[in-house]
């Protein structure tokens, strides 16, 4: 089945030790996203892929970087982590169908990453 | 800007009863929503759209919606629930020109009990 994964599913980093988790697809989508989810709350937009264009949310920190290769992978870097980083990390696709707008696209999650600091 | 309500965080039911989960959005501009659903150490999966056109939504497992424009609600609902429906449940809203990125609501958990 075509759909979104990511690896590791559990990832354990010392506070202040660069991270990277990683996306990959299956689905031939061309926006890719990041969101983090804290506990108990929903998922908050860090930034987005549409091809290779970079889009970042105005309030993610510049302590969070991401790559895309190529159309199937996406990462996300986290340069310094802080405690307060501590979060699940969810990779989503979406596609955009020949139209300037691509938010009435539904988007495919993968089961995320849950990050822990000690 | 456009913003989400699920007035309650949690609702506790019972098995073959029925529920409702609700939501009220806030949008300037036409809007695209949507219900997720989160189950344990998972990611999030559609349950269902509305994009245009009929305002009753129908979606996977069982689950429907109805968009009201006049209220600015799309309270989700099942006519009996199962036990598997334990899970969390996230409304979301986009729209407008341009990329327009989801905004959640909080998030309502649905308890099961037998």
């Known amino acids: 089945d075509a759909m979104v994964i990511q690896n590791p599913r559990y990832q354990v980093t010392q506070f202040g030790k660069p991270v990277t988790l990683s996306c990959s697809q299956t689905l031939n989508h061309n926006v890719m996203y990041w969101y983090q989810q804290k506990s108990s709350q929903a998922p908050k937009l860090l930034f987005h892929y549409y091809d290779k264009d970079f889009n970042n949310e105005a309030d993610t920190p510049d302590n969070f970087q991401s790559r895309r290769p190529n159309t199937s992978f996406c990462f996300l870097d986290i340069r310094s982590p802080g405690l307060g980083d501590a979060a699940m990390y969810l990779c989503?696709?979406?596609?955009?169908?020949?139209?300037?707008?691509?938010?009435?696209?539904?988007?495919?999650f993968g089961d995320g990453t849950r990050l822990s600091i000690l | 800007a456009q913003s989400v309500t699920q007035l309650d965080s949690q609702v506790p039911v019972f098995e073959e009863a029925p529920v409702e989960l609700r939501c009220n959005y806030s949008s300037s501009v036409s809007v695209y929503l949507f219900w997720y659903v989160q189950y344990p150490n998972q990611g999030l999966q559609l349950l269902l759209k509305?994009?245009?056109?009929?305002?009753l939504v129908k979606g996977i497992n069982g689950f429907e919606a109805e968009f009201n424009k006049s209220q600015t609600s799309f309270h989700l609902r099942k006519p009996s629930v199962h036990i598997s429906d334990t899970a969390e449940y996230f409304c979301?809203?986009?729209?407008?020109?341009?990329?327009?990125?989801?905004?959640f609501g909080t998030g309502t958990r649905l308890l099961v009990s037998p």
């Open positions: 979301a809203v986009s729209g407008g020109t341009g990329f327009q990125k989801l905004v």
């Open positions: 509305y994009l245009s056109g009929s305002t």
């Open positions: 989503a696709t979406s596609t955009e169908p020949g139209q300037v707008d691509y938010s009435n696209q539904p988007q495919h």
